[in-house]
């Protein structure tokens, strides 16, 4: 009997959309092209900052309006997504066993979502928004 | 005696003669099965009553050998855990995804046995110990270290599910990585240092970008994407320890 | 097959992509806020020079920048990969000379305040 095994051909782009979970890991990774233009809007930021208050004021001036809030908004959802995503699988990269138990996932993840309000009312704080 | 409910079941199964076709091609079949039935019990009514000719692999019919996994209406399972009570329609089933064909539902297997064996699946002792001098001991807080992982039953539904398997056909894999994972976690162990060199390698570990899909579709819970993020912690630790610390790692 | 180098910027994006989980939400709030025309205090002019002018404000605020950028790279490289953009070496040294030039610029102009 001859063999002649068949290699089923997998597209090297489109796999993703194929299956839900697919799509749900792309949107995870998607988020660093939010975080990573964020990362270059805080650098303009500090550039404007040094170059004096007019630079800094018509900076600021320029990243008022709707098409403005909306890029903020959209940066903003992603963000979101990383941290829950984030927070999520946090237990399965670091468990932590105590005696012959593991601690359930949960209280990990519970505390991180405790930091993350702590330090995001900090920031707040600090902003001067509370 | 009670009457058993019965239901016809339409399968359309992924059929590959090596010898006579040029590429697989569905075919259809109707067959009468109980309602508690598996696909497995569906595809063996098939068997005896339709068509002899359709080739598949199974054996235990209980989850453990993990011989019967297959593509399930584009899922990867294990066609002795998938109750046709959970299926509506015509179910496809196919051969397990990013394994050639070998004929119908056999795929081969053989990059997967090449690659547990690569990555040294047995204890390598710290200290050997003849037999006079008695068992290796481990408390019950050292075998949770690893238990979880050494219950692979080595189906390769992961290898089907991940799609850096499916992009890069060189990739060690959940299941192997778990394994050697298996092995570091073993407080009999000592071979982390040569395991290290096989999972701490481009197409080892660092393939693997945390998809997750193999701990989703994995049917012992095995969690081979916790597995494998955690060879990433230690990796990376490793290598901090390699070139930053005078000396090496040593 | 030699150990792979890959663990320097994984460690680098696991960093950022903490510290991106615990701030970023926030620090984009304060840019929304800033969008919407209710700039927070602490993005005024006075308020924000003197804090990059202390030192731990311009440890914070590189912190932040580079982290969020080396931890975008590198997932960025990934992606791309996944998307299909098989190149993976070039995609690297790209996606880490734009994280390493941020790097750079941060700290240059950091140091000018």
Redesign the interface.
Known sequence: MSRKPFVRPVS??GW?LKHPRYMRY?SR?????F??A??????C???R??KG?AA??SF?AA???PL??F???L??IF??H??TS??NVTPKALPVQIGEEFLAGKYIIGA?YA??IV??LV??F????L | MTQLKKRMVQLEVLRYDPEKDSEPHFQKYEVECNEEWVVLDALNAVKESLDPTLAYRWSCHMAVCGSCGMMINGEPKLSCHAFLRNYDGVIRVEPLANFPIERDLVTVADDFIDKLKRVKPYLIPKEKKTIAEGEYKQTPAQLMKYRQFSMCINCMLCYAAC?EYA?QPKFLGPAAITLAHRYNQDSRDGGRDER???I?????V?EC?FVGACSEVCPKAVDPAGALQQV?VA??L???KE?LLPGGSK | ????????F??LF?A???L??????????????????H?????S?A???AF?ANWLGKLF?LG??TL??W???H??R??L????L?QDPVVAVVVYLVAAA?TG??VL??L??
């Open positions: 090297k782009t993703w792309m990774e998607v988020t660093c092209v975080i990573g964020f990362a270059l809007l805080m650098l930021t500090v550039e900052l040094s208050q800094y004021d600021i990243l008022q309006g403005s809030i890029g903020m908004l940066v903003l963000a979101l990383n941290a984030w927070f991180h930091v993350w330090a995001s920031v707040l600090f902003a001067g928004v | 799609p992009l290290q060199e096989v701490a390698t481009n197409e080892g660092w970008s990433k990796s990376t490793d290598w901090f070139h | 097959m030699a150990k792979s180098n890959k663990p320097i994984w460690s696991a950022g992509g903490t991106a989980a615990f701030l970023a939400p926030v620090l984009v709030l304060l840019f929304l806020m800033v969008a919407m025309g700039t927070p205090s602490l993005l002019y308020n924000l020079h990059a605020l932040v920048i969020f950028l931890h975008a790279a997932r960025l990934v992606t990969h996944d998307f299909g098989r941020g610029l941060s102009y950091l000018r305040i």
